[in-house]
T-cell receptor
Framework: EAQVTQNPRYLITVTGKKLTVTCSQN?????MSWYRQDPGLGLRQIYY???????DKGDVPEGYKVSRKEKRNFPLILESPSPNQTSLYFC???????????????FGPGTRLTVL | AQRVTQPEKLLSVFKGAPVELKCNYS??????LFWYVQYSRQRLQLLLR??SRESIKGFTADLNKGETSFHLKKPFAQEEDSAMYYC??????????????FGQGTILTVHP
């Protein structure tokens, strides 16, 4: 079954404790992306990756890191989480970003992160 | 910088009534516009994109470059259309190729 998986689905942590949210897709997609969803602010892109070893900043990259060492995985790293990073996070993937020939973007189920 | 604005956070209509979800954008380059939908307890999914000019679930959206708008319309709303709707923009072929900017979202409620 084609899917995007995220782990963990729920996480409560404390300020400053490094954490990683994993994202994995089994569709051999080139493009992957991370978003955060906040009430009143909608969905905002954090980072995206056009392919292995190629990553770029989205609209809200501050406080986050990503890596794309292999095509299927795109982990989101919070080196020193802060309460303002409490949010619902989504990972997504696409076959490739062909500017008009995009297939539907597959979204993961979301990770609800709370930073105390 | 690219920006997407959805002026209505909440929109309520009755079943069978026409519905229009507004989306305005600002972008200096050549934009690609999308509408995404998130039904209750489901994942976000693409509803339609402007270049395909197709109608999905009775929804259509026309890109108006003069007014920089991409409003989503449906002539007869159904209860199952109740969901969160996001308008989104990407830089089609520019230096930020692949960067996707979303609006704040509009919660549509269709009453019986």
């Amino acid at each position: 079954e084609a899917q995007v998986t995220q782990n963990p689905r729920y996480l409560i942590t404390v300020t400053g404790k490094k954490l990683t949210v994993t994202c994995s897709q089994n569709m051999n997609h080139e493009y992957m992306s991370w978003y955060r969803q906040d009430p009143g602010l909608g969905l905002r892109q954090i980072y995206y990756s056009m392919n292995v070893e190629v990553t770029d900043k989205g609209d809200v990259p501050e406080g986050y890191k990503v890596s794309r060492k292999e095509k299927r995985n795109f982990p989101l790293i919070l080196e020193s989480p802060s309460p303002n990073q409490t949010s619902l996070y989504f990972c997504a993937s696409l076959p490739w970003w062909a500017g008009g020939n995009t297939d539907t973007q597959y979204f993961g189920p979301g990770t609800r992160l709370t930073v105390l | 910088a690219q920006r997407v604005t959805q002026p209505e956070k909440l929109l309520s209509v009755f079943k069978g009534a026409p519905v229009e979800l507004k989306c305005n954008y600002s972008y200096s380059g050549s934009p690609e516009l999308f509408w995404y939908v998130q039904y209750s307890r489901q994942r976000l999914q693409l509803l339609l994109r402007h270049i395909s000019r197709e109608s999905i679930k009775g929804f259509t959206a026309d890109l108006n470059k003069g007014e920089t708008s991409f409003h989503l319309k449906k002539p007869f709303a159904q209860e199952e259309d109740s969901a969160m709707y996001y308008c989104a923009l990407s830089d089609a072929g520019g230096t930020s190729y692949g960067k996707l900017t979303f609006g704040q979202g509009t919660i549509l409620t269709v009453h019986p």
